[in-house]
C-alpha cells in the first residue's frame, strides 16, 4: 500500500450488539491458518467513528441469533484514505475465517493506490451542494 493518514471511519456493527461483534485493521494473515486467529493486527470498536491509519484492510465480524445457534458475518474492508470503506469480500457460517484469509491476503499484498481522487465519480455526490463540492475541489488543490 502506500503513504499513512489518519482518518475518522464510521466503523459498522455486524449482528447484534449483544453477541460477539469485532473489528480489527489486519497486518498480516497467518495462511497456515484457516480460524480467527489467522488474523493479525489492532482491534478497533464497532458501532461508531474510530480514528484508523489508511490505507488498510478492515475485517469486521458479527453474530446474530440465539446463543446456542449463533448466525456469524464477516467482512473485509478497505479503509481508503478519504475515509470511506471498500467491501471487497463477505462471508457467512462457520467457515468464515477461511472464505475470506485468500481475499484478504490478496488486499494486504496489492499495490492498488487508495488514495483520495482514486474512486471514479459516483451518484452518491449528488448529495452535496456545489458549494460543498467547490469547497473540497479548492481545498485538494492547495
Not at 484469509?101 to 456545489?130: F, K
Amino acid at each position: 500500500m502506500e503513504a499513512v493518514v489518519t482518518v475518522a471511519v464510521d466503523v459498522p456493527l455486524l449482528g447484534d450488539e449483544r453477541r460477539k461483534n469485532w473489528a480489527k485493521v489486519v497486518d498480516y494473515v497467518d495462511t497456515d491458518k484457516s480460524t480467527g486467529w489467522a488474523y493479525h493486527g489492532e482491534f478497533v470498536a464497532t458501532g461508531g467513528i474510530q480514528d484508523i491509519d489508511a490505507p488498510c484492510v478492515l475485517l469486521i465480524y458479527g453474530e446474530k441469533g440465539s446463543k446456542a445457534n449463533p448466525q456469524m458475518e464477516a467482512r473485509a474492508y478497505v479503509v481508503n484514505t478519504d475515509g470511506t470503506l471498500s467491501l471487497h469480500a463477505t462471508a457467512t457460517g462457520r467457515a468464515w475465517a477461511r472464505t475470506l484469509r485468500d481475499p484478504v491476503v490478496e488486499l494486504l499484498e496489492s499495490d492498488v493506490p487508495l488514495t483520495a481522487g482514486s474512486q471514479e465519480w459516483g451518484p452518491e455526490l449528488m448529495a452535496y451542494s456545489d458549494d460543498a463540492l467547490r469547497t473540497e475541489l479548492k481545498r485538494r488543490e492547495e
